[in-house]
């Protein structure tokens, strides 16, 4: 629920794009609180130029909420100015459940983001009461990008220790550094590399979310996502997770080429009803929405469907070649479900603490899951993404919260709500080719929504070195 409120205000915001954030001179240097309402500031660097930071702001009402907003720019124009730095544990309202929280790059920025908000009569929300579940969702194979990891394993200690300790693990199949290859940029097309930096980024992200108190009330993986999903769900150990993600990679590095496309804006019935007529040579791949839904399979007759579709239905339709050099759950890597199934005997699983959903089929269970089979249909069966999503979305206000590189689902939501007035809230924690502002931006939007965000997991180390 929403409301609007206005109020007049004279804002002045400053040219300099070095001014600090300024606080009364009685504040703690943690946060205000006057009369029903708070705001606070984190900062990722006391000194450092054009760093993102979070400022936070809560009330009991709307309008208190307005008055706080109203508190801060009046003390930012009239006040002298004074930085603040994340040294102790900030508790940004957490009793005020009516909450805005902006993330800026410098004061200018901020001012100029609260002043378009009262400018435009933007609504302010009311206070949500009761706790939102939010599902992680782990993304699958190409999703990864140059780069991904650089900036989180520079300055996260968490984001860097997960690394470490994938690597470790690793080490056991391969002779080169995951750490090393993460932070010098090593090309994500290699085929095995480029699976198992999308399974350590997905890990690494999950830890720093935890950190921030941000804890999945359910998983979900896309196909290779699945791994870091059995993982974090608790099915499977850290070294098991690591074994399943290296001999999947190996083996589907070693699977016949082929091609793989995604059809958009056309019902998967129908694209399901032409990949008929191509017996023994394509497969329906994932199902992402009821009108989105990637084909796979041998080259030729993947064209050939291609042309097909094109020339029988409306021009809306949109085909997308995913790039994929090996026909994923196919015909193609039936031999490579039964070698994944064999490597992987005597899988050691656990009794998870958090609620998995399979996307081989949403009705298996954690005993299904924890089957060594299980993995073997999980590269040959066709993903269930839409069916499992939507289980992972029956209660009305959950958020999905994307684990990895890239994001996946935010592109099909609507269409898999299509029965909804509104699709749930999807946040996203990295995006291509951004560093960590997506992350602080999807904090704050979580912060609004009443989680209880631990804003100084996301301080660099040398802020850490620096605090009081």
Not at 144 to 168: P, R, Y
Request: glycine share 6%.
């Amino acid at each position: 629920m929403m409301t609007h409120v206005t109020t007049s205000l004279n804002i002045h915001c400053t040219d300099s794009d070095t001014d600090k954030l300024s606080v009364p001179t009685n504040a703690d240097h943690n946060d205000n609180t006057v009369a029903g309402w708070k705001w606070c500031v984190f900062t990722r660097s006391p000194t450092a130029n054009q760093q993102p930071f979070v400022v936070c702001f809560a009330g009991t009402t709307p309008h208190t909420l307005l008055m706080s907003l109203t508190d801060f720019l009046i003390e930012s124009r009239e006040k002298e100015l004074l930085a603040l730095s994340c040294s102790r544990s900030m508790v940004c309202g957490e009793h005020f459940k009516v909450r805005k929280a902006f993330v800026s790059t410098t004061t200018r920025h901020l001012l100029q983001q609260m002043k378009q908000m009262f400018l435009q009569m933007q609504q302010v929300p009311r206070g949500i009461s009761s706790p939102i579940p939010v599902v992680f969702v782990f993304s699958g194979t190409g999703s990864a990008w140059l780069g991904m990891c650089k900036h989180l394993i520079e300055n996260n200690h968490t984001f860097k220790a997960v690394i470490g300790d994938i690597d470790s693990s690793l080490r056991r199949y391969v002779p080169w550094s995951l750490t090393k290859r993460l932070a010098g940029s090593y090309d994500v097309e290699d085929m095995i590399f480029g699976p198992v930096s999308i399974f350590a980024c997905q890990v690494a992200l999950t830890r720093l979310w935890q950190e921030l108190g941000v804890q999945p009330a359910a998983v979900i993986g896309l196909s290779l996502g699945e791994v870091a999903a059995a993982h974090i769900a608790g099915i499977l150990p850290l070294d098991e997770a690591v074994r399943v993600v290296f001999h999947r990679a190996k083996i589907l590095s070693n699977a016949k080429e082929g091609k793989v496309i995604l059809v958009r804006n056309l019902e998967t019935a129908k694209v399901e009803a032409v990949c008929s007529n191509y017996k023994g040579q394509l497969n329906i791949g994932m199902f992402y929405s009821p009108v989105a839904c990637s084909v796979t399979g041998d080259r030729k007759a993947v064209d050939a469907l291609v042309n097909e579709i094109i020339s029988v239905h409306k021009p809306e339709i949109k085909v997308t070649d995913l790039n994929c050099c090996r026909a994923y759950h196919s015909h193609h890597v039936e031999a490579g479900q039964h070698q994944l199934v064999q490597e992987l005997n005597h899988l050691r699983t656990e009794d998870p603490s958090v609620k998995m959903i399979s996307t081989v089929s949403p009705e298996y269970t954690t005993h299904d899951i924890s089957l060594t089979k299980y993995w073997g249909q999980s590269i040959r069966q066709p993903v269930q993404f839409c069916e499992g999503i939507r289980t992972a979305g029956s209660h009305k206000n959950t958020i999905f919260l994307e684990i990895g590189p890239k994001t996946v689902l935010r592109a099909h939501v609507r269409d898999i709500f299509f029965d909804r007035s509104s699709a749930p809230l999807c946040l996203p924690s990295l995006s291509y080719p951004r560093t960590n502002n997506d992350l602080l931006q999807s904090a704050a939007v979580l912060y609004e929504h009443n989680l209880h965000i631990k804003w100084d997991a996301l301080m660099t180390d040398r802020t850490r070195e620096g605090s009081g």
